[in-house]
């Protein structure tokens, strides 16, 4: 492992409360100091980060990079090679795959792949239900020992509350983590967009904000019934926002997330029929977006995650409800981070502390942090850089994005993973 | 992009797949246009020479006899050629895609097409995807438009009461999965009617309804009064299995149209209903086949509103 050198960056680690010019010195894969250059220290490499921002490496709450099983759609190579051009060194993967991650051999699987496309730090969220059906408990104990780092039901309801308080007490004896995306299967009645004005003038199934607040009510209810963490995934709505407020002030050890396209889109912004603004949960109003937006400010929702679904042209190709839904979302996770930070609804190092520190507590990892000793997972981006997003920029086999075609503000140069060079946006060409 | 994708670089009709983004000005070219084809029926030789060598399919995913019967009609009086398929059955349960289905018949060389589907948006869909010598005609999609429908309704309408300025619409029953009330609605709005007034229970209208421009009523007593036009809509049986309501005989109690009840409405009222009716659910049998009744009148319309907007859509003007 070489030695390098990250030369007079802007350093910001939230964790360590540093923001500062300075020094970030690499040796065997690990931090070794931060500012103050360690005696006799011989840099093999030397990055110049002169008016660049050095931070942790961003770590993904919900990835997918549709591998076993969907190759068509996206494969480890080209989705890790993505991540790394954002900027991203760690990625929690859904465990929607095909088969779905309820096997340690598909554990298994998924970390040869890992180590195949160069790309280790990938930890797989284990399913919360046997095939994800919501009916027999998954083999958590032994997924977690195989290397899952959470549990998970993905996008898909467990319909039957016994289930659900069995699934969420089994965890809670293993210590196991719980990442619920709160979607009640019966109010979300197959819909496609959020309901209200949008859905009622075009005529789609909608799914109301109800689908999500009742089935987050329920399992706030749950967790306190049973003592299991249980991490919110990908809020969309307002009353989800003052809900986990509320749980954390009673004291409920309860965390959440958001996608980042949740913060900058609305369902007025969905062009008609355009099946790349189709999401799960949907694109909601104006004053959900600004909820969010303060909730993330405040530290109510504390990580900003990429969601990222890539999928294949076919996929999209269909009349609007009949669409897979998802963004391919690792690329732009930095610049629409960056982009709130420029409208002044967090600092910059909110933004980061919710893409490094915050998501690294939600798992309990080692990571998200430039502490000397931890692994070297370093992000160095230009934020006055601006590049469009287009096929000479892009890397994810998936191109299903609403922002195609925007130009962005912010862009990484140089990504480490424990003190390996897995980005450099000279050589990438791009 | 919906706004632009119906009308071609001088603004003219190319596809016609909702109400949405057409100015006043060419929903009256329409109706006015029309009004050139209703004797047509009436002549010795039922046809005019303005689409002879032209090539329409009626892709019709989702069953229906009025809709696909006028639309074959109107495209036969303008002398073109017409081919209908029911895919409902055929090559979808296949396996084979929407867009296979379009790019196999593109290759047959079509100059139109016209469209039912179950899914909202499926017209947009293909009128996007088509080859761009090819018109799209939405014949209904899903819950979102039904424009040719709402089209012949404007067009009785007008015949009957000249204009829509003062007019007063009331539109009732299952506004929520209804296509054809959404782009009543719009029609109306865009042609400047008085006032539109759904009249449902919460069960049947969608959220935030008021959104389209319309007033709400929860009370068929309340709901007519003043009215001058009435558009019953047919309720569907699944909506008693979906638990939408408990049942058609208290839905007849509640919003079904008697003679007491049209009285409340202005004594000149009409009433319109897009078809296929249900006697004694929606609407009471000596109303639909009463003198106030337009309900047939809207059925030949329906030839004559179609005619004009094939012709439009292919670049072609009137009967002359």
């Known amino acids: ?430 | 992009m919906t706004d632009n994708l119906q009308l071609n670089a001088e603004g003219k009709l190319k596809h016609f797949l909702s109400i949405e983004g057409l100015p006043k000005s060419l929903l009256t070219e329409i109706l006015d246009i029309a009004e050139s084809f209703v004797g047509i029926g009436d002549h010795q030789i039922k046809k005019v020479p303005l689409l002879r060598g032209k090539t329409i399919v009626n892709l019709f995913f989702e069953n229906s006899t009025r809709t696909r019967t006028t639309f074959e009609l109107a495209a036969k009086r303008l002398s073109a050629d017409v081919l209908s398929m029911s895919i409902s059955t055929s090559s979808t349960s296949k396996g084979e895609s929407l867009l296979d289905t379009i790019r196999n018949l593109e290759a047959m060389f079509v100059d139109m097409f016209v469209v039912r589907h179950a899914i909202s948006g499926a017209a947009h869909f293909i009128a996007q995807q088509t080859a761009p010598h090819i018109s799209v005609i939405n014949a209904g999609d899903g819950q979102h438009a039904h424009p040719t429908q709402a089209m012949l309704d404007m067009f009785t309408i007008r015949q009957i009461k000249k204009d829509f300025s003062n007019l007063r619409v009331a539109i009732i029953g299952d506004i929520l999965h209804s296509r054809v009330a959404r782009s009543q609605i719009q029609a109306l709005n865009t042609l400047g009617a008085a006032e539109v007034r759904v009249i449902a229970p919460k069960t049947l209208l969608p959220a935030h309804v008021e959104s389209l421009g319309v007033n709400i009523s929860h009370d068929l007593t309340e709901g007519l009064k003043d009215i001058d036009v009435i558009i019953m809509l047919r309720l569907q049986k699944e909506r008693m299995t979906s638990a939408l309501l408990p049942s058609e005989s208290e839905y007849f109690k509640c919003f079904g149209l008697t003679e007491d009840k049209l009285k409340i409405a202005k004594p000149d009222a009409i009433v319109m209903h897009p078809g296929p009716i249900n006697r004694g659910v929606e609407i009471d049998s000596k109303v639909a086949d009463g003198p106030q009744s337009v309900i047939l009148k809207q059925v030949s319309n329906g030839i004559a509103i179609r005619m004009a907007i094939m012709a439009m859509a292919m670049q072609k003007q009137g009967a002359n």
């Not at chain 1, 099983?69 to 993967?93: D, H, N, Y």
Request: glycine share 6%.
């Open chain 1, 1 to 430: 492992m070489s030695l390098i050198h990250i030369k007079q960056g802007h350093i910001i680690d939230p964790v360590n409360n540093i923001s500062r010019i300075g020094c970030v010195y690499v040796a065997e894969g690990k931090i070794i100091s931060v500012t103050n250059e360690p005696a006799g220290f011989k840099a093999d490499r030397v990055i110049n980060a002169q008016n660049q921002i050095v931070c942790p490496g961003f770590i993904d709450l919900s990835t997918r990079l549709r591998e076993p099983g969907q190759t068509r759609k996206a494969t480890f190579k080209s989705e890790t090679i993505a991540a790394a051009s954002a900027g991203i060194t760690t990625m929690c993967l859904q465990p929607d795959t095909s088969p779905v991650i309820d096997a340690p051999a598909v554990v298994e699987l998924i970390k040869e792949q890992a180590k195949k496309a160069d790309y280790p730090q990938i930890y797989p969220i284990s399913a919360l239900t046997q095939k994800l059906e919501g009916i027999e408990l998954s083999a958590m104990l032994s997924l977690k020992q195989a290397g899952c780092i959470a549990v998970g039901n993905a996008n898909q309801p467990v319909r039957n509350l016994l289930i659900l308080r069995r699934a969420m007490e089994y965890a809670a004896s293993h210590d196991l983590l719980v990442m619920f995306k709160p979607n009640d299967y019966w109010l979300g009645n197959n819909g496609c967009v959020h309901e209200g004005a949008f859905a009622t003038r075009y005529g789609l199934p909608s799914i109301p904000e109800a689908a999500e607040t009742i089935a987050l009510a329920q399992c706030l209810e749950l967790v306190e019934l049973t003592g299991c963490r249980v991490h919110f995934g990908q809020l969309s709505c307002k009353r989800s926002v003052i809900k986990i407020h509320q749980a954390k002030k009673y004291g409920l050890q309860v965390s959440a997330d958001v996608a980042v396209h949740q913060l900058h889109l609305t369902e007025n912004d969905i062009i008609p029929f355009d099946s790349n603004y189709h999401v799960l949960p949907p694109l909601r109003t104006e004053a959900d977006k600004q909820y969010l937006r303060q909730g993330l400010a405040s530290g109510t929702i504390n990580s900003i995650c990429s969601d990222h679904q890539p999928h294949d042209v076919d996929a999209k190709l269909a009349a609007f409800p009949e669409t897979e839904p998802g963004v391919a979302a690792l690329e732009t996770l930095l610049p629409l981070m960056l982009k709130l930070v420029a409208q002044g609804i967090i600092t910059i190092e909110q933004g980061i502390a919710s893409l490094s520190e915050n998501p690294a507590r939600v798992l309990g990892i080692k990571s998200g942090a430039l502490t000397e000793g931890f692994a070297a997972d370093i992000c160095i981006f230009d934020p006055k850089l601006t590049w469009q997003v287009n096929s000479d920029n892009w890397k994810s086999q998936g191109v299903n994005t609403p922002f195609w075609g925007q130009t962005f503000k912010g862009r990484v140069t140089h990504t480490l993973q424990a003190g390996k060079i897995i980005h450099c946006l000279e050589k990438s060409g791009a």
